[in-house]
T-cell receptor, first 114, second 115 residues
Framework: EAQVTQNPRYLITVTGKKLTVTCSQN?????MSWYRQDPGLGLRQIYYSMNVEVTDKGDVPEGYKVSRKEKRNFPLILESPSPNQTSLYFCASSFSIGRLGELFFGSGTQLSVL | QQQVKQSPQSLIVQKGGISIINCAYE??????FPWYQQFPGKGPALLIAIRPDVSEKKEGRFTISFNKSAKQFSLHIMDSQPGDSATYFC??????????????FGKGTLLTVNP
């Protein structure tokens, strides 16, 4: 089954404790992206990757890091989480930049930073 | 700068009625306009999309109307059903990527269809 898999689904942590949210897709997609969803703000892009070893900032990159060492994986790293990073996070992928309007989303990771 | 403005924030419709959600964009370089549907506890999923060379696209009960001169597009859900209750996001992108390698989303509309 074609899918984008995120882990964990739920995460509660404390301020300053480094964490990683994993994302993996099995569709051989070139483009991958991370979004955060907050009430009243919709979906905002954090980082994106056009291909292996090619990443760039989205609209709200502060406090986040990403890496793309393999085509299928695109982890999101919070080096020192803060309460304002409490949010619902989505990983998404598309076949290529030319089709980035056709995103496949994971099921989301609900993060709470205390 | 919000490049895609979506309204209303929430919408309540009776079963069998027509749901209409509107979006307006600013960047004339956008050339692909998808709508995403999100159920509670799930990620958004592509519902229907349109390119600016057509004024309307219909898939089943879902129709996108597009007005290029007004820079507006809308989603119409005919014969709305309780199972359509979800959050709907409009979005816009440049198919070639350009300098904007992202899908820009509206803030979403929570649709409730009462039985």
């Amino acid at each position: 089954e074609a899918q984008v898999t995120q882990n964990p689904r739920y995460l509660i942590t404390v301020t300053g404790k480094k964490l990683t949210v994993t994302c993996s897709q099995n569709m051989n997609h070139e483009y991958m992206s991370w979004y955060r969803q907050d009430p009243g703000l919709g979906l905002r892009q954090i980082y994106y990757s056009m291909n292996v070893e090619v990443t760039d900032k989205g609209d709200v990159p502060e406090g986040y890091k990403v890496s793309r060492k393999e085509k299928r994986n695109f982890p999101l790293i919070l080096e020192s989480p803060s309460p304002n990073q409490t949010s619902l996070y989505f990983c998404a992928s598309s076949f290529s930049i030319g089709r980035l309007g056709e995103l496949f989303f994971g099921s989301g990771t609900q993060l709470s930073v205390l | 700068q919000q490049q895609v403005k979506q309204s209303p924030q929430s919408l309540i419709v009776q079963k069998g009625g027509i749901s209409i959600i509107n979006c307006a964009y600013e960047n004339t370089a956008f050339d692909y306009f998808p709508w995403y549907q999100q159920f509670p506890g799930k990620g958004p999923a592509l519902l229907i999309a349109i390119r600016p060379d057509v004024s309307e696209k219909k898939e089943g009960r879902f129709t996108i109307s597009f007005n290029k001169s007004a820079k507006q597009f809308s989603l119409h859900i005919m014969d709305s059903q309780p199972g359509d209750s979800a959050t709907y996001f409009c979005a816009a992108s440049m198919m070639g990527g350009g300098s904007n390698y992202k899908l820009t989303f509206g803030k979403g509309t929570l649709l409730t269809v009462n039985p």
